[in-house]
């Protein structure tokens, strides 16, 4: 089967207005994927953000372990100079990290090109190249590249928007969209452009001046209605609903074991009226003899 050499891809507006599809550059989209360069560089970018911070610390950084742990001889045990030494639990590590490794790597300037041309030319395999006219933003908007997203019909999807040089207005429009990276389309990576889903290029980007057309008004989205509100329960009736509903033998066992409390009630009242002491008459005073 012959490879496809030869690719066009759909064109929007800054706002996602659908026009005439344009026909990709054959010098950068000529068909040419190979994986091989393609990981090469993916590896060499993931490598270079490396920042080489662990370190850990020997026997002579680590605190403590200045005296012998017991004397030389004499106490059966193995001889010991320090509770710090590599073999000791908390001593120091042998052949650690310091720091100061570098993981930089490097590629020829010709493996990175085809690399980057091998992942723009997958993504228009795909179809996932879209191309828009141009951006020609006056101010920074979330709302406004969100709604190009979504009508172009990759929403939800890892999209790529690659400028014509630096645009600030749109770099700020999409630094607050998780799914979306902004940047001007000479400095994307091959590693960016195999991160992404979709491809959004600018057309001065790739060599196409297209004349502006007449915007088209986004459909209105469809509001959700909201369900009628409940009325509030009280707390009768909640407490009504949550208890377990009882069977009628269980009910009757209840209503014994109220009766049968009154009944052990008013017998405690009635023995302790019959068991209260008779109040003590007071001795009547002695008569004095005549004096």
Do not use: C
């Not at 930089?104 to 690399?115: F, G, N, R, Y």
């Not at 690659?162 to 700020?172: A, M, S």
């Not at 994307?188 to 004349?211: K, Q």
């Amino acid at each position: 089967m012959a490879e496809q050499t030869s690719f066009d891809a759909a064109t929007y507006t800054a706002l996602g207005t659908a026009r005439e599809r344009v026909a990709l550059p054959e010098t950068t989209f000529d068909g040419t994927v190979n994986m091989p360069a393609m990981h090469l560089a993916v590896k060499a970018f993931l490598a270079n953000q490396r920042q080489a911070t662990a370190y850990t610390k020997t026997r002579g950084l680590v605190i403590g372990g200045n005296q012998k742990p017991w004397k030389q001889k004499g106490t059966g045990r193995a001889r010991q100079g320090s509770i710090r030494a590599p073999h000791w639990p908390g001593g120091g590590t042998v052949f650690g990290p310091h720091g100061d490794r570098n993981y930089d790597q490097t590629l020829p300037k010709k493996v990175k090109q085809l690399a980057r041309r091998s992942a723009l030319n997958a993504r228009a395999r795909e179809s996932a190249i879209y191309v828009i006219d141009a951006f020609t933003y006056t101010e920074p908007r979330t709302k406004t590249l969100q709604g190009l997203i979504a009508r172009v019909g990759v929403d939800g999807q890892k999209v790529l928007v690659l400028t014509d040089g630096v645009k600030p207005n749109v770099y700020l429009s999409g630094r607050n969209l998780t799914d979306v990276q902004v940047m001007p389309y000479a400095e994307a990576s091959t590693y960016h452009i195999l991160w992404s889903d979709v491809v959004l290029i600018e057309a001065p980007a790739i060599g196409h001046t297209l004349e502006p057309v007449a915007e088209k008004e986004a459909p209105p989205a469809a509001k959700k209605e909201k369900p009628a509100a409940k009325p509030r329960a009280t707390k009768a009736a909640k407490k009504a609903a949550a208890a377990p509903k009882r069977s009628a033998p269980a009910r009757k066992a209840a209503a014994k074991k109220v009766a049968a409390k009154k009944k052990t009630t008013a017998r405690k009242t009635a023995s302790a009226k019959k068991t209260k002491p008779a109040a003590k008459k007071k001795p009547a005073a002695k008569k004095k003899k005549g004096g």
